[in-house]
């Protein structure tokens, strides 16, 4: 399973866009996706963790703030590119996406490092938000506009929902 994993996010970082559409296919995906949302949600609670210098953050990051965060978020982004753009694809299949994307996010444990840390971070994110709008455009079969619409308003939904609490 591990040399599938990284097979598959090493050809997702030298951009063969065919890899998201096999990743949305494959059902045995769904566990490899799971196990990279929780690499990336250990990772980020210790970051959180040091940073707030609070158990509590790291509680709240490892079983709440990433693995709630990938399922609303998937959620979000399928509806979205389903409902409104008319793409072609599962939720499953956005999951299972979405959570290969994750794997740049554990980067962000790098935060710790003083100066250099926060850009690590960053390049994380990045990479993930990038990596994000190829896979739901060959997921979900969509134009790059439809599927940078699709993101944004994702984006702006999960922010809405976040600010009420969940």
Known sequence: MLDQIIARLTRMVSFDHTV???IAQDD??????????????????????????????FLYTLFI????GW??????????????????GTFMGVLRVL???????????LVVIPCLGWIASLVGAVLSLVLGFF????????TSEKAVLTIVIGWVLRLVIGMIGI
Not at 28 to 53: E, F, H, K, P, Y
Not at 71 to 88: E, M, P, R
């Open 135 to 142: 896979a739901i455009r060959e997921t979900l079969e969509l």
């Open 71 to 88: 399922l609303i978020w998937s959620g979000l982004v399928y509806l979205v590119g389903t409902k409104l753009f008319t793409g072609q």
């Open 20 to 22: 998201y559409r096999e």
């Open 99 to 109: 959570g290969y994307t994750t794997a740049p996010a554990v980067l962000g444990l």
């Open 28 to 57: 045995d995906a769904t566990l490899q996706a799971a196990a990279i949302i929780v690499v990336a949600a250990v990772a980020s609670a210790i970051g959180s963790a040091i940073i707030a210098r609070s158990f509590w953050a």
């Open 65 to 68: 703030q990433v693995p709630l």
